[in-house]
C-alpha cells in the first residue's frame, strides 16, 4: 500500500488547509483499516489529528476538534483534510498514514503557514 499527500505548501494565516492523501496498492474501505493524519511541526514530535475508519467513522483530536475535518472519496480512493484558521503554528510537515496500527506512511508534505 503506498500514500501520497498532495497539497499547498503555503498556506496564509486564517486560511484553510487543504491536503488530499491518495491511496494505491489498497482500498480506503480495506476491513479493519484506518486512515490518519499525523503532523510534525519543526523541532517537535508527531502530533495525531484525526481519522476514518473503513465503516467511515471518524475521530478527531481534542485539540482540533472546532476546526478539522476528515473525509474520504471512495470512487478515488482517496482522504482528505481541511483545518480552518490556521496560524502560523501550523507549519509543520503532514502525513497521511493508513492500515492496520499505522502500518503505511506516506512521505509527508511540508506546509508553511505564513503571510
Known amino acids: 500500500v503506498q500514500l501520497q499527500e498532495s497539497g499547498p505548501g503555503l498556506v496564509k494565516p486564517s486560511q484553510t488547509l487543504s491536503l488530499t492523501c491518495t491511496v494505491s496498492g489498497g482500498s480506503v474501505t480495506a476491513t479493519n483499516y484506518a486512515w490518519d493524519w499525523i503532523r510534525q511541526p519543526p523541532g517537535k514530535g508527531l502530533e495525531w489529528m484525526g481519522a476514518?475508519?473503513?465503516?467511515?467513522?471518524?475521530f478527531y483530536s481534542s485539540s482540533l476538534k472546532s476546526r478539522i475535518t476528515i473525509a474520504r472519496d471512495t470512487s478515488k480512493n482517496q482522504f482528505t483534510l481541511q483545518l480552518s484558521s490556521v496560524t502560523p503554528e501550523g507549519t509543520a510537515v503532514y502525513y497521511c498514514?493508513?492500515?492496520?496500527?499505522?502500518?503505511?506512511w506516506g512521505q509527508g508534505t511540508q506546509v508553511t503557514v505564513s503571510s
Open positions: 498514514v493508513g492500515g492496520e496500527a499505522y502500518a503505511y
Open positions: 476514518i475508519n473503513t465503516r467511515g467513522r471518524i
